[in-house]
């Protein structure tokens, strides 16, 4: 039974939005500034007017103007994609609805000092399928988010250099809902064999489960240097720190009809005592076996694990070829190796470790910054992100592949306070191969469970208003 319960607790810390759809690399998510999304996220080096900086290069506040800046915004994201089954010959499509991402940003600057405080989401995912998709027992409708709240200070150390750093306290959690698999349950009687030994097919569902943990918090910080060697080239860095969450939820599981009625001279009836020469309906056996009774391995439990958000390093240039014209380049380095494996410790279940195998990944960030006037900007830019899950891990929850992306986006000014950003992002996903099932207890993930090619692509518009004052 531990496979079950295992199952949830793996794709719900594996699991594909954030706030969103997926995104970038592994699940992380970068769109928090229209202004920076519409130049394709190039925002290390050359800050923009929006407070923005306390995420992309906390010390980017220490250049801007004195006063206050407030900033509100939201990045919907709307995904596309399905599975193509070599077996069926099957489509199965993706059914996330466009989902909202909200950012928030608030400074002060003053002389060579600035303060800030910032909310957004770097890390998070999720997916949603029909609950007749192959994949269901993988997961069917999940969700991960980790809520970062930033308070951040920046100083500006000369003409040429400024530092800053920013406090990051992480809020995460996690939903998942999947199918569980008769067939690879452990059998009472001989806990040595499963039940599709003993005649049930593979993908028998006969229950749901549900795995809900939140509130797991954990702290990390966001260190930034900006340099301006000659008046117009910037140079930024940044290291976002990697954050430890450690979570603790609840499994919960509710039988339902499979339907399934097994032959005469079946060898389940067999194994189990029961009358050989007789059709045996599964559902009322289920019910009789007590596995959702309290104590049971399918009874509601607690489940406990963790997961590392990983540490992230970009380093950019902004070139102002002119007054009016500015071009930008980003490189970021995402450690998504240590997502080697989880670990995961139930109530009433063994404990299990399971294989992931994350690399670490690059991104490779261009864009431009055209002021048409005083009082209008227009943006474009490309993305390139590699993705981190190996051949042997691309599953349903997070089906992810390396990206080509392409962005516009506008600014506008209102006078000599308000200013609104527009953005405007398509993110096109590698064709992947991947599976829609677990290996077996004990065996390790291979490619030669792939069995279907994975398809993702993504519209993004974004919105941000800000006041300065």
Partial sequence: MRRTIVGLAVAALGAAATPGALQA???QVNEHGTCVMGRA???????CADASSIFFNPAGLAVTPDGWTISAGVTVIAAYGGFDDDVTGLTDDLQN???PVPHFYGQYAKDKWAVGLGAFVPYGLGTKWENTFEGRFNGFDNDLRSIYIQPTAAYQVNDWLSLG????????SIELNQYTDFSTQAVPTDPSLMFGNLGIPYHTQFATGQLHASNATGFGGNFGVWVQPIPQIEIGARYLTRVKLDYEGTATFEQVESGVILPPQNPLSIALGLD???????DPLIASLGLFQPGAPLSEQTVTTSITMPDQFTIGVAWQVNPR????????WVHWGLFQRIEADFEFAPDLSLEENYSNTSAIRLGVDWMTSEMVSLRGGYLYHQGAAPAETVTPLLPEGDRNEFTVGAGFRFGEHWMLDLAYQFINQDKRRGRVREPFPGDEPTVELNSGLYTFNAHLLAATIAVNF
Wanted: charged residues 10%; proline residues 14%; negative net charge.
């Fill in 97 to 99: 609805n466009p989902i």
């Fill in 165 to 172: 750093a920013g406090l990051d306290i992480v809020i995460g």
């Fill in 25 to 27: 690399q592994g699940f």
């Fill in 276 to 282: 050989p020469t007789q059709p045996l309906p599964l």
């Fill in 41 to 47: 996220g190039t925002g290390v080096a050359s800050p």
């Fill in 325 to 332: 014209w500015k071009v930008l380049a980003d490189y970021q």
